[in-house]
């Protein structure tokens, strides 16, 4: 059985390390040797399987205090000294830095390497750093691991392997959730409390829904970034003395229980790659107007008025329609919320898993023939 090395930052939560923990999970209980290789570790980590391994490539004792050119050269020779030992059959490293660490540190070693981008590749990977990495690193990538069609179309004329589209998978508690018996009168989120989800509007825009709809309430669920977006949001409850109606709830480890009976789903960011909060949504059935944001993650599993609602970035007064739709009209509500659950259907665990082990298995038997 092969042997796969993920490579990232840390498991510290976020969307990118989810994946890369429930990927490292299936394929150690399918028999695989995994193990993640991490430059730090963080405080609220993702648990991993026990079958999984840890390794340290980052960093070391006083490297801090040297000069950040330094700093990188070193990232690059720990993350080499550990391919060079561990010879795994495959690297697979998940956004930016990661990838450009690995392709670098696999030069000449003959291990495949199966990149994974993870965001909009127009907003993150345009800077003049990244042009000079990209045209030197990418075309020595095996293979590459997106999420939309957007973002490979970007990324396509700069790689010198294979791609594949393939979703997020949704985290099994979210699969086979009761449905509630009757909705409640709450409009929920989940995420983060940060900029680019541009809670913001969607505080505006309820202000303005609870005019018309007052028995209705807010509730956003989600751990604070700490880039000024929860003093911005408690400011603007605030001003619009919305303290009773809009509520900001915190992280919180049973989002499938709390969001299951809303009704309806509100998801307002400027841009993501393939959020797992919709995909969660969705999995739980719930009716949903969503930003058809860059790079493509909302259209890619929705389709307006099909299973959910689009509307354009940015855009308040059609978020404001969109939630007032959706509470006016409960029979399109609970069409939409039926039909976004059949995402289960294309994005659940074992499908996902089998679409990376299939890729993955691919790679390897090209270089073996190759070698």
């Known amino acids: 059985m092969k042997k796969i090395a993920f490579h990232l930052n840390c498991l510290e939560q976020g969307g990118a390390e989810r994946v890369v923990t429930n990927l490292a999970n299936q394929f150690a209980d399918n028999g695989y040797e995994v193990i993640i290789a991490t430059e730090w570790y963080g405080k609220d980590e993702f648990q991993t399987d026990p079958r999984v391994r840890r390794v340290h490539v980052g960093l070391r004792e006083g490297d801090e205090k040297k000069h950040r050119l330094v700093q990188f050269l070193l990232r690059v020779k720990y993350l080499r000294r550990f391919l060079v030992e561990e010879k795994p059959d495959i690297l697979i490293p998940f956004a930016k830095k990661a990838i450009y660490r690995g392709l670098t540190a696999a030069y000449f070693t003959k291990i495949p390497v199966l990149i994974s981008i993870r965001t909009d ?207 006016e009209d409960p029979e399109l509500a609970e069409r939409l919320g039926r039909e976004a659950a059949r995402i289960k259907e294309r994005a659940n665990a074992d499908v996902i898993f089998a679409q990376w082990r299939d890729y993955i298995e691919e790679l390897c038997d090209e270089k073996t023939v190759m070698d």
Request: charge should be negative; hydrophobic fraction near 40%.
């Open 121 to 327: 590749p127009a907003l993150h990977y345009v800077g003049r750093s990244d042009k000079i990495q990209i045209r030197f690193l990418f075309k020595r990538a095996n293979g590459c691991v997106f999420q939309t069609e957007d973002a490979r179309d970007f990324m396509a004329s700069k790689l010198g392997g294979s791609s594949r589209i393939i979703l997020n998978p949704i985290n099994p508690k979210y699969i086979g959730v009761p449905e509630p018996g009757k909705r409640t009168k709450t409009v929920v989120q989940s995420g983060r409390l940060v900029d680019f989800k541009n809670q913001p509007m969607l505080i505006e825009a309820f202000v303005e829904v609870h005019k018309k709809h007052p028995a209705y309430d807010l509730k956003i669920y989600g751990g604070d970034s700490f880039d000024g977006t929860k003093e911005i949001l408690e400011s603007l409850i605030g001003e619009n003395k919305a303290g009773d109606y809009i509520h900001l709830m915190g992280a919180s480890d049973s989002l499938e229980k709390d969001l299951v009976d809303a009704a309806l789903f509100a998801f307002t960011s400027d841009w993501e790659g393939l959020p797992n909060a919709l995909l969660e949504a969705m999995a739980l059935g719930l009716p949903i107007v969503a930003t058809d944001c860059p790079c493509g993650g909302p259209r890619t599993v929705m389709e307006h008025e099909v299973n959910g609602l689009l509307i354009p970035i940015k855009d308040k007064q059609a978020l404001e329609e969109g939630i007032n739709r959706l509470i």
